[in-house]
């Protein structure tokens, strides 16, 4: 009898111990010191150490700067001494001429015709490099894949939006319908594997990224075709599980958190926001009432998470979490609600019980308080920074703006508007900034920046 006991407790050991490695490692030192997705250690979009600088220019308080070959609208993310970034880099190369001529024609034409979107006739380089935090020097970099895309992406949009992830141990490269590619942080390729091709909304194109926990990867699928939501093997890239969603296109990330000692996946979409258990892929708990085109990623702090979108509409729910089982419509899980001045594209900042968003793709910021919903203070414009795609991050008891017109706005974080600078460089910035410690990485259409204090 002692003997079946222990191999019980063994056996529910082997079972808990990648939750419990993964709980310890997102509240060590190491993991908070880093930005290990594109929201941060915390998927919200908060630095909890580090201090950069409020001001720089060209001039000021840049300790590198680096061009990166292509264009790509994903952010960096950083472990350690390394910071990682994913470009699609056109080649002089026609494309393979069955898909410009044959599959791809008509829909090329439409998006032309259209204004809305654009296409490549030429093979694309997906690559991700590797660069030294301190010196800006390129460790190494790898072309994931070449060929040419098979559908056009937004006017404004890139073939290399989906934003990397890392534990540390693994770096996963996402490109979308060109695959997922697995690395060491040292280079070595692990692992790859294709989940096919996406056909977007109006051809606008991809930018969903992976969600980690433990050992398995989650990335969702939601298109104009079959959607569905899948668990990798971080370590293997074999399928765990895949479910099927009644969702058209969406862009939002997942998060996953930890809810009454399991892990459950949020994915904020269009028709519903869904909890699903991370072991069997079920679906836990449902709420409709997000509008068309759902981009922003949800954030979730204290038991509760926020979802929002604002594209012909808009749409914030804080929606609890603990108990939350079935369609929460009308349920007391709905904790609050909001319909005015939400993100299309943006995702919304979480930090000290304050909830900041913008106003579509504009430079209208509200701030709220996080449990009570609130006005902290009314939407407020943003002088200088008219249009903004990226998201809010904060730091060092500050909030960082950057505006597609190359100027950052950096305000007192907390319950009152204070702006503290606005600083202008010469490049456009679409992807939303990362964080180090005491530095800010900003990528733009051109260049990837550093920006730290001189003394530092």
Sequence with gaps: MPSTKLTHLFAMFLFLWPLFAQDVLQNSEAFRQNWPTWRGPLYTGEAPIGNPPTTWSEAENIAWKRDIPGLGHASP???GDLLFVSTAEESNQPGDEETVDGARSSQAIW?????????????MKYRLFAIDVHSGEIRWSDVAIEETPHEGTHQDGTWASNSPITDGEHVFAYFGSRGIFCYTPDGQRVWQTDLGDMQTRNGFGEGSSPALYGEVLVVNWDHEGSSFIVALDKRTGQEKWRRQRDEVTSWSTPIILEVEGRPQVIINATTRTRGYDLNSGEVIWELGGMTTNTIPSPVSANGVVYVMSGFRGNALQAIRLKGAKGDLAGSANLVWSFDRDTPYVPSPLLHNGYLYFLKHNKGILSCFESQSGNAAYEPQRLAGVPNVYASPVAAGGKVYIAGRDGKTMVLQAGGEFTVLATNELNDRFD????????????RGHNNLYAIRAASE
């Excluded at 998006?111 to 093979?123: A, E, H, Y």
């Excluded at 990362?434 to 900003?442: D, S």
């Design 77 to 79: 993310i950083v472990w």
């Design 111 to 123: 998006m032309r015709l259209s204004g809305q979107s654009k296409t490549s006739d030429f093979r």
């Design 431 to 442: 992807a939303s900034p990362a964080v180090k410690n005491n530095t800010l990485f900003l």
